[in-house]
Structure formats: C-alpha cells, structure tokens
C-alpha cells in the first residue's frame, strides 16, 4: 500500500479550510435505505429518530433500539457492574484503578472555586456550582471503550456532579460494566446511538432526563447531539479522530508509525500525520507502516485511515508548528530532540505530547487528562473535556443604595441610547433612591 506523501504547500490550504464533515459510506447510505425505506441523509434520518423518542418516550426508544440495536433499552442493575468487576484479572482491576486515581489527581488541580469581592458599592461575587445531572455516553460499536467511562466519569465526581449516567450500545461489553463500578457512575442503560442521545436529552418513562451530555461517538450520535442541543448542554461535537506528529532526525521510526497506527485502528475515517524536515525519517517511517500493518488485527482499518491523512515533508520545525496550528489536532505529538523548546509555539490543540515517552496512547489510558479532546479543527476554540465542562459559573450583584443610584443614572443614558425605556425607567427607580 501507498502512503500519500505531501509537500508543505500541497496540505497548507486543507488544512486551513478543515470542519467536522462526515463522508456517508455506500454501506451507511444503503443502512439508511434499509431502516427507513427511503433515500435520507443522515441529518434527516437522525431528526426523525430524535423527535419520535422526544415525543413518544419510552415506547419509542424501545422501538428504534429493537430495530437498529436487535435489543430493547434495558438498565444494567449495579450488581452486574461490581460483578463484572470483581471477574477481572488482578492486572485490569489495577489498571482501572491507577486510571482513575490519576485522573482525579489530574483533575482535582483545576480551579473549581468562585470568589467574593465586599467593596464600598457592596458586594459583587461569583458562585460556582456543579451541573446536577449528567449523561456519559460511551461507544460499544467496533471496540468496547471502558477508558471512555473513566475519562468523562470521573470528572464529572471531582466536578460534584450528584448524578452520573452511562449509556452505552447492547450487549453492554463486562469491562464497560466494571468501568462503570470503578468511575463511580450512578446508573448505566444500554441504548445506543440518537435514539440514546434523545433518550437522555428529553427523558423517558424509563431514563432520568440529564441537563448535558458528554462523551465521543459516531456520525449519529454527533448528529443528534447537534439535534438535542437546547434542550440540554452537550461538550461538543466529536468527528473522526486524529493525530498529528512533528518529528526531526532524533525521533524513531518504529515508534512514529506505531503511534500513527494507535490513531489509525480506530476508524477508516481517522486521521494521523506526520510532519517532518527530514525526508529520510519520511522514508523510514512509510517502511516501518508497511512492516507493522503486516501483524495488526485491524490493520484494514488501519489502511483506510492511513489514506486520510499522510506524510508532510516540511522545510524545518517552525513551518511544521505553523503548519500544526492550522490543522488544530485532536492529538499534536513532538517527537522532537528538545520537545519543551517548541512548546511555546503550540496555540491549537486539543492535547500536547512531549516527546517519544509521552506517547499518545498513555494519554488515551493513564496519563491523567481527559481522553475526550476537540476534533475537526474545533480546537481552534475549545479545549479538552475538563472539570469546567460540568460547573455553572453564576455571577452576584448586592450593591448598597448609594451605588445603585449612581450607577443607574449611567444606565438609564445607556438604555435610552438603545431605545428601552422600560429598562431606563427600572433604573431611574433606583436612581432616584426609591428603589429598595
């Protein structure tokens, strides 16, 4: 297989114009086709899923899960999760339990307090509190992502959420299940896709309506996200995910493709890139691909995404930091001699690792920041799922009635210069002291 191979300038304008988009596969369209007997696009064929469970509540979900899940909606009790849990092997019961303890450790650094400010005026401060209820979904279609269930759990008990729900496609995966236990989750249902995303957006007789949604999944769980947003928060909207390399002459190739292809099993539709000065490294690296897809299980996946992206030759580092920050990565990774040295330069990403030790895929794990980053150039203005993902900041006013009345005077000019009277009157009352 050929690895597309780029100059600089070639990707400079893709990479420039790059927005969530998604590619609907003949396979997709003719699933459509199938459900609904008649030619939709995805966004259509999400909207009808979503208004009917909104309207139709639990009935409904049941519906769409029995006919694009062959399984009716179904809470997992919690007995099933600690089950599950205590049936695994020393070594994972470990792992999940050094996961989550780094991520709270991680996470707990994040300032979460508000403040109050007493002045002559009175008072002004700002309270923080935590979102009450939340839903965590978690996709279960090619792989089952336990890690998921930590890396938006967790975070939402350091956040103080008091209710934490998991949704997850049937059959639910045990080490989803133990996931859930060792998070720390309140309840978990197995429903899958937008009629999920509907489910937990507008409540049935069955699930608790949450007032946001968070956590990655595919094109219609997106798409219904988009559709639900409104009527309840969501982080974000995930496509694809994806990866970008700079590496120099320092860097290995073994190790550069093995991250390349960490991203690219994830789905056909990933992106991984590599951006180098050093054409020889290019080399070896496009060698190194072919040898180790040679072994992979996923390794057709794998070769479809590898397609979506590619190896970028660059004049030096600094044009290929230029040319990263256009891109806005999920993942920028420096395998770099002094990878420190450039960070400086890092304005868009989604997470930052630092040379070939602090490989990507720790970070998917262990590491101790949230797996769940912005894709699609979206981190060109946000960040990674976080603490602040699950507070509400509420501003207070308490001003004396001296303040208030020098201050609503300057309102009142304001208000009437944007031609509201109602407004100028309502400080007016204040101006003139006969407010409370």
């Not at 989550?100 to 508000?114: D, I, T, V, W």
Request: overall charge negative; some cysteine.
């Amino acid at each position: 297989m050929e690895i597309p191979r780029y100059e600089a300038k070639e990707v400079r304008g893709r990479f420039a114009a790059r927005r969530l988009q998604f590619a609907l596969s003949e396979r997709v369209r003719a699933g459509i086709r199938s459900v609904f007997g008649e030619e939709l696009g995805a966004e259509e064929a999400v909207r009808r899923i979503v208004g009917d469970v909104a309207a139709g509540g639990q009935k409904a979900l049941d519906e769409w899960s029995l006919k694009l899940d062959r399984h009716a909606t179904y809470e997992v009790p919690k007995r099933e999760w600690r089950e599950a849990y205590d049936d695994l092997s020393t070594e994972l019961r470990e792992a999940l339990g050094i996961a989550r303890e780094r991520l709270e450790k991680f996470h707990k650094k994040e300032p979460k307090g508000g403040f109050l400010a007493a002045t002559p005026e009175g008072m002004l401060a700002q309270i923080v509190r935590p979102i009450r209820r939340v839903g965590a979904y978690v996709p279960g279609g090619s792989a089952p992502l336990l890690s998921t269930v930590l890396h938006t759990v967790v975070l939402a008990r350091v956040a103080g959420v008091r209710e934490v729900i998991v949704a997850t496609p049937p059959p639910v995966h045990p080490g989803v299940m133990a996931a859930a236990w060792a998070a720390g989750a309140d309840r978990l249902f197995a429903m899958g896709g937008a009629q999920a995303v509907a489910a937990l957006a507008y409540g049935t007789e069955q699930v608790p309506r949450v007032d946001k949604i968070v956590g990655p999944g595919n094109l219609f769980v997106t798409l219904a996200k988009k559709e639900v947003y409104g009527a309840v928060g969501i982080d974000g909207l995930a496509g694809p995910t994806e990866t970008l390399i700079v590496a120099d002459a320092s860097a290995d190739p073994a190790t550069v493709a093995a991250d390349l292809l960490a991203q690219a099993e994830h789905d056909p539709a990933a992106e991984p890139w590599l951006l180098s000065p050093d054409a020889a490294l290019l080399d070896a690296v496009e060698r190194e691909l072919e040898a180790q897809l040679e072994t992979l299980p996923r390794a057709e996946i794998a070769r479809a995404a590898l397609q979506n992206g590619g190896l970028v030759q660059v004049r030096d580092l600094s044009s290929a930091l230029e040319l990263a920050d256009l891109y806005a990565p999920e993942h920028l990774c420096l395998s770099v001699e002094r990878p420190t040295d450039w960070l400086g330069q890092v304005n868009n990403a989604g997470g930052v690792f630092l040379g070939e030790h602090s490989g990507e895929a720790i970070g998917d794990y262990l590491a101790g920041p949230s797996h769940v980053m912005p894709t699609s150039g979206s981190a060109r203005w946000t960040g990674a799922l976080a603490v602040r993902d699950f507070l509400k900041i509420v501003p207070v006013v308490a001003l004396n009635r001296a303040a208030a009345a020098e201050l609503s005077r300057l309102g009142a000019r304001l208000a009437r210069e944007e031609e509201l009277e109602a407004h100028a009157r309502s400080l007016e009352q204040r101006a003139e002291g006969s407010g409370a």
